[in-house]
T-cell receptor, first 116, second 117 residues
Framework: EAEVAQSPRYKITEKSQAVAFWCDPI?????LYWYRQILGQGPELLVQ????????DSQLPKDRFSAERLKGVDSTLKIQPAELGDSAMYLC??????????????FGPGTRLTVL | AQTVTQSQPEMSVQEAETVTLSCTYD???????LFWYKQPPSRQMILVIR??????QNATENRFSVNFQKAAKSFSLKISDSQLGDAAMYFC??????????????FGTGTLLAVQP
């Protein structure tokens, strides 16, 4: 069964350093999502891509976060510089088409970020 | 703005028994989708069940069923014949009916379910 791949699974960094997370969605899925899940809370959307275009980045802290999906397939989320409050699980999800009512988002295993 | 509330941070159930997880939501839309996702420890989140708001019939998936009360904006999950593998964090989520920018899932804070042998 096809799955969303993410790497690394765990990342420890010091504040002010740069970090990057990678996501490979399920083949053929046009829509890709990055969510942030702070411990004890539900995931919150950071950015949504439709193919290579951003359709929603309203909750992305753009002064330090950036995301790209250059060829409309895999995606990278970057934080520079990292702050203590960025410690969280970063989840990637993909779906076939948001225009389909029964569209289902499939999640990857996540990257657990710890900022020291 | 839409919100999702899960008022039970933790629940416990005996193996083979039935448990119900609660969820309420707030929206001004008439058409939308509701979901229950399961997040096992150190594993990815998976979809348990989906309910379309325009459908009156409650969704069921094997041992999992929902009680959808649209007027009350309530969406509870019932797990029958609980198994050890059901132990996980369960998230209730809302999604608008139309795609594009409104396609994001809005999650509750989760309910941690423990299954006692």
């Amino acid at each position: 069964e096809a799955e969303v791949a993410q790497s690394p699974r765990y990342k420890i960094t010091e504040k002010s350093q740069a970090v990057a997370f990678w996501c490979d969605p399920i083949s053929g899925h046009a829509t890709l999502y990055w969510y942030r899940q702070i411990l004890g809370q539900g995931p919150e959307l950071l950015v949504q891509f439709q193919d290579e275009s951003v359709v929603d980045d309203s909750q992305l802290p753009k002064d330090r976060f950036s995301a790209e999906r250059l060829k409309g397939v895999d995606s990278t989320l970057k934080i520079q510089p990292a702050e203590l409050g960025d410690s969280a699980m970063y989840l990637c999800a993909s779906s076939l088409s948001p225009l389909a009512g029964t569209d289902t988002q499939y999640f990857g295993p996540g990257t657990r970020l710890t900022v020291l | 703005a839409q919100t999702v509330t899960q008022s039970q941070p933790e629940m416990s159930v005996q193996e083979a028994e039935t448990v119900t997880l609660s969820c309420t939501y707030d929206t001004s839309e008439s058409d939308y989708y509701l979901f229950w996702y399961k997040q096992p420890p150190s594993r990815q989140m998976i979809l348990v069940i989906r309910q379309e708001a325009y459908k009156q019939q409650n969704a069921t998936e094997n041992r999992f069923s929902v009680n959808f009360q649209k007027a009350a904006k309530s969406f509870s999950l019932k797990i029958s014949d609980s198994q050890l593998g059901d132990a996980a964090m369960y998230f209730c989520a809302y999604r608008g009916f139309y795609g594009g920018a409104t396609n994001k899932l809005i999650f509750g804070t989760g309910t941690l379910l423990a299954v006692q042998p």
